[in-house]
């Protein structure tokens, strides 16, 4: 890790910006000015005047994506501060550009008020084609984003929730047919109630799992817990339908999936042992996942996945995100639906052709992959 | 006209979007993609958690501009929506990156709301080094740009208001030349009240003009006149001194310098034949100026400007903004002084080794012209 660290600090004081912006116009003579700018570009304004849809095929919008952030969950490092999301929202960007073209702009805000934050963002929508939210804490990314949807005609998604989610389901479909068990079967624990494991508890009960409980720090998430937040009690009205209480080693005992969205350590050997046989084991927390592979292998896991590029199956949001707001821009979908985010995740899933236990997930590096999920979109 | 419309709206359908993002960093490996963004970004955040200055190093934002429009006085077309604005911002964008390598966005506001764009543009300023205002109308952009100027850390400018001003003041300076009158001798009557008038009102009194009435449609702007907005009621405290009242026919009888920023048409050949010795006059209404270069000739007039391109002289705001931001953005002023405005106008008028009735302003291709005026600001 110290290698990487130094090693990224040292190419980002050398790019000083991982992304830039270029004009695709040529600016040579009186005459392309003239073009480009005013007086031509005055036919261009009244012509969308005219007809407001003419945005999309005269500017940048329909390939333009806004990422937000109010630094108040940066990576694992918590609320940090908005300026500290910056390298990482440009990342984002560069991935985007990367790996499907589209032209992304990442935007901190320097408030952590929740209407603050949404009069802000729909304020500014108009300008792009779609939304992204990135490293807002939990619970507030939850009313943000139900929010925005409700007031803006385009797609939103924070991707923590639903990237994450969409990729955890991928892995688990491949992971199901390693193991030969079935989606509807299986029963799963999710560790960590924040924003992805809300999220990926709500996709794979979507996708068709039937027995789930999700965990907090205070163990079992279940209908009537006292002092649940407003999201969590809505989890809780569709999983865990027995109601159970107790600690994660307690729930986790004969589960045939584990999911950690969680931190360093929390999935002991002891845990893991007490599943059902060939477990699966996603253990995402990052950069220190809730057991390390060699643990995990020897306490008899059957496939485990992390959040790590240095370990096989990486459960990456960047697999998804690319391809996904391609397609969504690309077939003018408005609304990020649970149809959409299935069949993502399913188009992924799909992109290795045959699941091992070290190879659930694709490279992000597959060539058509992005094009694969963005193709999913429209169905 | 026509063919530029035709040609300019061609040229945008072909290219969707005149500005494009793109990376700046190679995503070639999984090593690549961890420098990029997580876990590596994470250093990147945690040294900018320690010392946020150092924000500026490590990501785009000390080269990153942002323009805001609200779509209320697009071009010459008035209030016709945010939409229509983006084309425009774009421009600016492209215009920008040409001329001076500054990364601009364009972000358009679905608001015309003061407060609500004031809090928006402050909620989204930490992601930029710089803040450029346009096409917001008249009195509202004062109170705009005020506010704003107040609340942020950082160069905020109403491009609609000082990029004209400061170009208006450096083609004065070189007319000045070419008549052999000095600043603080001569008669101004400025045409226009709006946001241009009223910015170039101010600093040409800040630059020496001693005599100097606004006029808008209610003929002159007087101090105690019934019904001033408070701008206008600011500039007459400063100007017309005599407190003169009438016409623009009226006024102008007797001026050496007539600035037209109002409509086609303004200024009758009898207007300009009752002014003073070597009349100079600038028309700078967009597309139809207020008097045509041939009438103006016909009429005695000394020296002509306007804001097209197909005649000499063009005052446009494109000659001074790229250089005046990548100056403000390397020395990291964070006002936009009136002593900074005096020397961009300064530094553009003596780019023009020496003025003729047909060249007081320099050409937007002049080789090494924005580093002039990019230097200008921390002489």
């Known amino acids: 890790m110290t290698d990487i660290k130094q090693e990224s600090l040292d190419l980002h004081t050398k790019l000083r910006g991982k992304i830039r912006i270029e004009a695709t116009c040529e600016i040579e003579t009186v005459r392309d000015l003239t073009l480009v700018y005013s007086p031509g570009v005055g036919a261009v304004s009244e012509e969308i005047a005219r007809n407001p849809a003419r945005v999309d095929d005269l500017t940048w919008r329909k390939n333009a994506v806004a990422i937000f952030s109010d630094g108040t969950?940066?990576?694992?490092?918590?609320?940090?501060?908005?300026?500290t999301a910056l390298p990482v929202l440009e990342?984002?960007?560069?991935?985007?550009?990367?790996?499907?073209g589209i032209d992304a702009v990442p935007l901190i805000l320097d408030t952590k008020d929740v209407d603050a934050i949404v009069e802000t963002i729909v304020h500014v929508a108009p300008s792009f084609g779609a939304i992204q939210l990135e490293d807002i804490s939990a619970p507030?990314?939850?009313?943000?984003?139900?929010?925005?949807?409700?007031?803006?005609?385009?797609?939103?998604?924070?991707d923590d929730q639903h990237g994450t989610a969409i990729v955890i389901l991928a892995g688990l479909i491949n992971a199901l047919r390693v193991v030969r068990k079935e989606i509807g079967e299986i029963r799963v624990v999710m560790n960590g109630a924040g924003a992805a494991g809300i999220a990926a508890a709500k996709l794979l009960v979507t996708a068709g799992v039937r027995e789930l409980v999700v965990c907090d720090r205070r163990g079992a998430v279940y209908e009537g817990r006292e002092g649940l937040n407003e999201e969590k009690a809505l989890v809780a009205g569709f999983t865990n339908r027995e109601k159970r209480a107790g600690s994660l080693a307690e729930i986790a005992i004969g589960a045939d999936v584990l999911i950690g969205v969680s931190a360093a350590g929390a999935f002991t050997p002891e845990i893991v042992r007490s599943m059902a046989r060939d477990p699966v084991v996603f253990a995402l927390a990052n950069p220190?996942?809730?057991i390390l592979p060699d643990v995990a292998k020897a306490a008899g896991v059957a496939v485990l996945a992390t959040g790590r590029s240095d370990f096989p199956n990486q459960v990456n949001n960047a697999l998804c995100y690319p391809g996904l707001f391609r397609g969504m821009l690309d077939s003018g979908v408005k609304r990020v639906t649970d149809e959409i985010k299935l069949r993502a995740a399913r188009a992924l899933a799909a992109a290795?052709?045959?699941?091992?236990a070290g190879k659930i997930i694709p490279s992000i590096f597959e060539p058509g992959l992005h094009e694969l999920v963005a193709k999913s979109v429209s169905l």
């Open 73 to 83: 969950a940066v990576l694992g490092l918590g609320d940090i501060g908005p300026l």
């Open 288 to 290: 220190v996942p809730e």
């Open 91 to 100: 990342g984002k960007c560069a991935i985007f550009k990367r790996f499907s």
């Open 140 to 158: 507030r990314c939850f009313e943000i984003e139900r929010r925005l949807m409700e007031r803006l005609e385009m797609p939103v998604m924070h």
């Open 352 to 356: 290795v052709a045959t699941p091992t």
